[in-house]
């Protein structure tokens, strides 16, 4: 990763590139931008978002208003599912992220995207990493299956393997989908978190909702500047669990071999 082209401060980042959260340091402005952030989502999840994620939301305080406080939120994580954040200055290296998440920690960015970046933006920010990814953390399952992930990542690295695990952390942890008794809904935080893709991923009839595939996904290209043509759809995070759970030293050594699938081939 070349810190160098990010935007956030990475100067004063530790070892595990931790930084304070100067939430003191907020303004105004960013606090309302994050609030309009907040407002746009609000209205779509009830229709979009997955059952877990709704419920942990509903038991946050406060965190409609304001930019949330993390040490604030981590203690109610701790004693949810053991989990706490860690505000880093963006996106990290490889070895330090699964360090974290082996630890039952996730990092969170610090900063908030800029007023004309409401619709897209290239890099995760605070609104993204919050509204995406922490909800879901309060889930039991979910979060056990993110702990697994961040170990499956180090033995990865071990292996060679990081693109095939990054291209299942695509598409289920940022890109994924879930089925309901209500129809399917986004888990993804790449999906709560956007303003457009959100309802796409779930009523537009023309990208492919496939069922979850661990090896087609780990086989599957992926595209970062654009809504995603091809969406693999979980039973729930236990079947999520489940088709995890497996070695993949075998796996990553069979597919290594064979070639990757466009983003959206049939
Ligand atoms: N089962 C995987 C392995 O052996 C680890 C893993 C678990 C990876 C859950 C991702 C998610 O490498
Ligand atoms: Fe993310």
């Given at each position: 990763m070349a810190e160098a082209a990010l935007r956030g401060d990475y100067t004063r980042a530790g070892a595990d590139y931790a930084v304070e959260q100067d939430w003191a340091a907020y303004t105004d402005a960013e606090h309302a931008l994050y609030r309009r952030l907040f407002e746009r989502q609000a209205k779509l999840v009830p229709h979009y978002a997955c059952p877990e994620w709704?419920?942990?939301?509903?038991?946050?305080?406060?965190?409609?208003?304001?930019?949330p406080h993390f040490g604030r939120l981590s203690e109610k994580l701790r004693r949810a599912t053991g989990w706490e954040i860690v505000p880093v200055p963006g996106l990290?290296?490889?070895?330090?992220?699964?360090?974290?998440?082996?630890?039952?920690?996730?990092?969170?960015?610090?900063?908030?995207?800029?007023?004309?970046?409401?619709?897209?933006?290239?890099?995760?920010?605070?609104?993204?990493?919050?509204?995406?990814?922490?909800?879901?953390?309060?889930?039991?399952?979910?979060?056990?299956?993110l702990y697994e992930y961040g170990k499956g990542g180090l033995k990865a690295m071990r292996l060679d393997a990081v693109k095939m695990l990054a291209r299942l952390y695509w598409y289920t942890i940022e890109f994924g989908l879930t089925r309901?008794?209500?129809?399917?809904?986004?888990?993804?935080?790449?999906?709560?978190?956007?303003?457009?893709?959100?309802?796409?991923?779930?009523?537009?009839?023309?990208?492919?909702?496939?069922?979850?595939?661990?090896?087609?996904?780990?086989r599957t290209e992926y595209r970062i500047d654009r809504y995603q043509d091809t969406y693999f759809v979980i039973d729930s995070f236990e079947h999520?669990?489940?088709?995890?759970?497996?070695?993949?030293?075998?796996?990553?050594?069979?597919?290594?071999?064979?070639?990757?699938?466009?983003?959206?081939?049939?």
């Open positions: 709704q419920a942990a939301i509903a038991g946050l305080e406060g965190v409609s208003e304001k930019i990290i290296p490889d070895e330090a992220f699964f360090t974290h998440l082996a630890n039952r920690r996730f990092p969170v960015t610090v900063w908030l995207r800029k007023p004309e970046e409401f619709d897209y933006i290239v890099e995760p920010d605070v609104f993204h990493d919050f509204f995406g990814h922490v909800p879901l953390l309060f889930d039991r399952t979910y979060a056990d299956h309901t008794k209500a129809g399917i809904r986004a888990y993804g935080a790449g999906l709560l978190s956007s303003g457009g893709e959100l309802a796409y991923c779930v009523d537009d009839p023309r990208p492919q909702r496939r069922p979850f595939d661990l090896e087609r996904i780990m999520l669990m489940r088709e995890t759970a497996p070695d993949f030293t075998p796996i990553y050594a069979r597919l290594k071999s064979l070639p990757s699938f466009r983003p959206d081939e049939k």
